[in-house]
C-alpha cells in the first residue's frame, strides 16, 4: 500500500525563524509533490509543487525532494504567526489519477 | 469562475438515514475527487473520477456511492448514515495529470454529523 508519512506535531518555532517540515514516502515511482496548508475548519490551500530532485523557491517557501531517499521537505523562512495552520503533503504515485494525503503537521508560530 | 462549490455546508443526520453532498465545479476539470477528512488526520481518497460516466474507488469507499454524468457535476451518496461516516468531506477537481504538475482545487467542504 502506498503510504506517506508525516509527523504530526505540533511544532512550534519563534516568529521569525526557519520552520522546517519533512514528508516522507513509500513509492520510488511518486511522480508530482504537493505542500498543503488548512487552517483551522478551511479546506486545503496549495503552497508549493514540485517534481524534480533539488529545491524549488516561492516567496518565503522553499519546497526540497530527494527521490533517492524518498522525502520531501517544506521550509518556510521569516515564519509568521499567520503561518500557523497544518500543513498536508501530498504525493500523486506514477500510473495513477489519485493523490494520497499525509496526515499533516501542525505548525504553532509563537509571537 | 466560482471553483469548487459544495453544498451543504452542514447537515446533522439521524442513523440510518440518506443524503447526498453536491459538488459542481465550473473550470472544465476532468478529474474530480471526493475526500473525508477525520478530525485531526489527513485526506482519504472516498472515489474520484476521471471524466463523464467514469468513476473508481478511492481508499475509503465502503458506505458511499457516486456518479459522474456531467463534467461539472459529482454527488456523492450517503446510504444508511452511520456514526463512523461523522467527518468533513471534501470535493476537489483538476485538469489533465499528465500535463506537467497538475493541482487539485478544493471546495470549502461540507461537515457531516451523524448521531
Known amino acids: 500500500q ?13 516568529e521569525g525563524a526557519i520552520a522546517s517540515l519533512n514528508c516522507t514516502y513509500s513509492d ?12 483551522s475548519g478551511k479546506s486545503p490551500e496549495l503552497i508549493m509543487s514540485i517534481y524534480s530532485n533539488g529545491d524549488k523557491e516561492d516567496g518565503r517557501f522553499t519546497a526540497q525532494l530527494n527521490k533517492a531517499s524518498q522525502y520531501v521537505s517544506l521550509l518556510i523562512r521569516d515564519s509568521q504567526p499567520s503561518d500557523s495552520a497544518t500543513y498536508l503533503c501530498a504525493v500523486r504515485f506514477s500510473g495513477t489519477y489519485k493523490y ?11 509571537a | 469562475n466560482a471553483g469548487v462549490t459544495q ?7 439521524k442513523i440510518g438515514q440518506s443524503m447526498t453532498l ?23 481518497l472516498i472515489y474520484y473520477s476521471v471524466g463523464a460516466g467514469i ?11 457516486v456518479s459522474r454524468s456531467t ?11 452511520a456514526p463512523s461516516q461523522t467527518s ?3 470535493c476537489a477537481s483538476s485538469s489533465l495529470p499528465g500535463q506537467g504538475i497538475v493541482e487539485q482545487y478544493f471546495g470549502p467542504g461540507t461537515r457531516l454529523t451523524v448521531t
Open chain 2, 55 to 65: 468513476t473508481d474507488k478511492g481508499e475509503v469507499p465502503n458506505g458511499y456511492n
Open chain 1, 28 to 39: 520510488r515511482g511518486s511522480q508530482s509533490f504537493f505542500w498543503y496548508r488548512q487552517y
Open chain 1, 2 to 14: 502506498k503510504e506517506v508519512e508525516q509527523n504530526s506535531g505540533p511544532l512550534s518555532v519563534p
Open chain 2, 71 to 81: 463534467t461539472e457535476d459529482f454527488p456523492l451518496r450517503l446510504e444508511l448514515a
Open chain 2, 7 to 13: 453544498t451543504p455546508k452542514f447537515r446533522i443526520l
Open chain 1, 100 to 110: 494520497i494525503f499525509g496526515t499533516g503537521t501542525r505548525l504553532k508560530v509563537l
Open chain 2, 22 to 44: 453536491q459538488c459542481t465545479q465550473d473550470m472544465n476539470h476532468n478529474y474530480m475527487y471526493w475526500y473525508r477528512q477525520d478530525p485531526g488526520m489527513g485526506l482519504k
Open chain 2, 88 to 90: 468533513v468531506y471534501f
